[in-house]
């Protein structure tokens, strides 16, 4: 059974970091892209991060770009996204993704974790 485990959400102040964290069980890690989505309330979810599986390839919202960063750690199964200067506007739900990259293509999704950015 795959599980995406998120971790590292939480209320933050304009200016501020998190770092968020995605443990996967029960897939081949090495195999899969990794991503980080968000939605913020009355908006579609949209890709903030991704990252390829064997971590020489990223790439990120404009929005983002230099201020968040994602990496992974295959030995532990785990991405992260390091968010540095933090916005309100950054404030959504934050989704970790997998994606294979083998056929046939099998894609999972975590259960979301709040990041909420507000004096």
């Known amino acids: 059974q795959v599980q995406l485990v998120e971790s590292g959400g939480g209320l933050v102040q304009p200016g501020g970091s998190l770092r968020l964290s995605c443990a996967a069980s029960?897939?081949?890690?090495?195999?899969?892209?990794m991503g980080w989505y968000r939605q913020a309330p009355g908006k579609q979810r949209e890709l903030v991060a991704r990252?390829?599986?064997?971590?020489?390839?990223?790439n990120y919202a404009d929005s983002v770009k230099g201020r968040f960063t994602i990496s992974r750690d295959n030995a532990k199964n785990t991405v992260y996204l390091q968010m540095n200067s933090l916005k309100p506007e950054d404030t959504a739900v934050y989704y970790c993704n997998v994606a294979s990259v083998l056929v046939p293509k099998r894609e999972y999704w975590g259960q979301g974790t709040q990041v909420t950015v507000s004096s």
């Open positions: 029960g897939i081949i890690f090495s195999v899969y892209n």
């Open positions: 990252i390829s599986n064997g971590g020489s390839t990223t």
